[in-house]
């Protein structure tokens, strides 16, 4: 039967998600930023909120977690070793998980912080703010080697229909960047057009595919001619510290 995804918007530009195991009726939330839309979701349509997996210990993840503890007692947290306060389990890279019927896995994608955790679940991808639909996070807690490693690694090895729920509406500001350097890069033209065609009808972005990801989003390109050429390096970790440094220069 397999595991159902509901996205939840946060705040200003941030996704939570549900994860549904259509068997047991058993929730998992992925990064509650709110407390009130997700519990609403929740009473809504019935189900049992078990579990709330969180990739990193930003509070925009992370801030809807005591208002959940109160209406869910005994809800398993999941994280890895971020600083966050309630987490009932610390999950290492490959470790696995139960939502109701459905298995998952964790992997280690750190950088944007220290412990960020990236969860796999039925052919679902929740990577937080370490992959984003055209871009990648910030390097808060780590460096250009890090993030090479936990995009064109530790995700790269998933498969290319492997649905991509990243943790915010960063879209076109990603995509327009990717524009400035991968010119001549048709999918990635045609991923603008349609993004743009969504956003202008208040329609969300994700999820995306890993297959799409490696097609038009820089930072799974480092090894490309094209990325090599904008940005004057040719090691894959220089080069995606000289994506970032542009980037983050806007
Ligand atoms: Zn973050
Ligand atoms: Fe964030």
């Not at 939840?8 to 996704?15: R, T």
């Not at 039925?122 to 807690?141: Q, S």
Request: overall charge negative; hydrophobic content about 45%.
């Amino acid at each position: 039967m397999g595991a159902r995804v509901e996205l939840i918007p946060q705040l200003k530009d941030n996704y939570s998600f549900l994860i549904i195991d259509e068997q047991t009726r058993h929730a998992a939330v992925v990064d509650p930023a709110e407390t009130g839309p997700v519990w609403a979701r929740i009473e809504a349509e019935g189900l049992r909120l078990t579990h709330a997996l969180l990739t990193h210990h930003h509070l925009d993840h992370v801030g809807g977690l005591s208002g959940l503890l109160a209406r869910a007692p005994g809800l398993e947290v999941l994280s890895g070793d971020d600083p966050i306060e309630g987490v009932t389990r610390r999950l290492a890279h490959q470790e696995g998980f139960e939502i109701g019927a459905t298995a998952g896995r964790a992997l280690a994608t750190p950088c944007h912080t220290r412990g960020h955790l990236s969860f796999l679940i039925d052919g679902a991808l929740f990577c937080g703010d370490t992959l984003f639909v055209g871009g990648c996070g910030r390097f808060f807690e780590g460096d250009a080697a890090q993030m090479h490693a936990a995009l064109n690694g530790v995700l790269a090895a998933l498969p290319d229909e492997t649905r991509v729920y990243c943790g915010h509406e960063y879209t076109l500001a990603n995509l327009e960047f990717a524009r400035r350097v991968d010119p001549h890069n048709l999918a990635l033209r045609a991923k603008l057009d349609a993004a743009y065609a969504l956003r202008r009808r208040g329609a969300p972005t994700i999820p995306s595919t890993l297959g799409e990801e490696r097609a038009y989003n820089p930072f799974m390109r480092v090894m490309t001619p094209a990325l090599r050429a904008a940005t004057g390096e040719v090691a894959p970790v220089a080069v995606m510290a000289a994506l970032r440094a542009l980037k983050d220069r806007g």
